[in-house]
Nanobody, 123 residues
Framework: QVQLVDSGGGLVQAGGSLRLSCAAS????????MSWFRQAPGKERDFVAA????????FYADSVKGRFTISRDNAKNTMYLQMNSLKDEDTAVYYC????????????????WGQGTQVTVSS
C-alpha cells in the first residue's frame, strides 16, 4: 500500500513558476514508479510526467517538455514537479500517482492517487 499527499498548487500569472510536491508513505512507497497527471474542467485526465524507480528515468508529455521538470528525493519519499513558463492551458487539478513496477502513461494502471492540488494560471 502507498499513501500519497500532494501539495503546492496555487494561483500564478502566466510565465510564472510553481513547484508541486507529493509525499509518499507506506511499506512499498520507496519502490514505486511515480507520475503526475492533470485534469482541466470538462476534460479527461492527462499524463504530465513520470519518473521511474530506482533509476530515475523521466518521461514527459509533449505539451510540458522543456518547461516542467519531475524529480524525486528517495530519502524523503517525495516527488516534485517544477513548473516554469506556465501557460493558461496548464490550469488544472494536478494529481500524483504511484504504482509498483514499470512506469506507464496510462492513468488506469495507477492504483494509488493523491487528493489533487489546484493550479490556476491567469493571463
Amino acid at each position: 500500500q502507498v499513501q500519497l499527499v500532494d501539495s503546492g498548487g496555487g494561483l500564478v500569472q502566466a510565465g510564472g513558476s510553481l513547484r508541486l510536491s507529493c509525499a509518499a508513505s507506506g511499506r512499498t512507497a520507496s519502490t514505486a514508479a511515480m507520475s503526475w497527471f492533470r485534469q482541466a474542467p470538462g476534460k479527461e485526465r492527462d499524463f504530465v510526467a513520470a519518473i521511474s524507480r530506482p533509476g530515475g528515468t523521466t518521461f514527459y508529455a509533449d505539451s510540458v517538455k522543456g518547461r516542467f521538470t519531475i524529480s524525486r528525493d528517495n530519502a524523503k519519499n517525495t516527488m516534485y514537479l517544477q513548473m516554469n513558463s506556465l501557460k493558461d492551458e496548464d490550469t488544472a487539478v494536478y494529481y500524483c500517482a504511484a504504482k509498483l513496477g514499470l512506469v506507464t502513461r496510462l492513468d488506469g494502471n495507477y492504483p494509488y492517487w493523491g487528493q489533487g492540488t489546484q493550479v490556476t494560471v491567469s493571463s
